[in-house]
Nanobody, 121 residues
Framework: VQLVESGGGSVQAGGSLRLSCASS????????MGWFRQAPGKEREGVAS????????YYFDSVKGRFTISQDSIDNTLYLQMNSLKPEDTAIYYC????????????????RGQGTQVTVS
């Protein structure tokens, strides 16, 4: 599974961005897809995940109500709609997939993309 992110950029606080992740294979090739981020000097943290079969979603507490993860099974694309962005959301965002039977936000992602920068000022 190859994952390619797009949609990052710079935005002012309160603005919105939508990240996209194109998968080379069926999103159903893995049981769970998601997004994690890493800011300079900070630990990597899971942001959101979705079970590809049932569509159950999970969110990091600080993004609940602001971010929405979704999938398009026809186009094999994963999305992350980010609203009400805050400076603390600044990070490199990675699309990821895991096939370890979990859909948690903990480390252990099997596949990941190259990342896309999100900067909120």
């Amino acid at each position: 599974v190859q994952l390619v992110e797009s949609g990052g950029g710079s935005v002012q606080a309160g603005g919105s961005l939508r990240l996209s992740c194109a998968s080379s294979g069926s999103i159903y090739a893995t049981l769970c897809m998601g997004w994690f981020r890493q800011a300079p000097g900070k630990e990597r943290e899971g942001v959101a995940s979705i079970s590809t079969g049932g569509g159950l979603t999970y969110y990091f507490d600080s993004v609940k109500g602001r971010f929405t993860i979704s999938q398009d099974s026809i186009d094999n694309t994963l999305y992350l709609q980010m609203n009400s962005l805050k400076p603390e959301d600044t990070a490199i965002y990675y699309c990821a997939a895991r096939d370890d039977g979990s859909c948690s936000l903990t480390p252990g992602w099997t596949y990941r993309g190259q990342g896309t920068q999100v900067t909120v000022s």
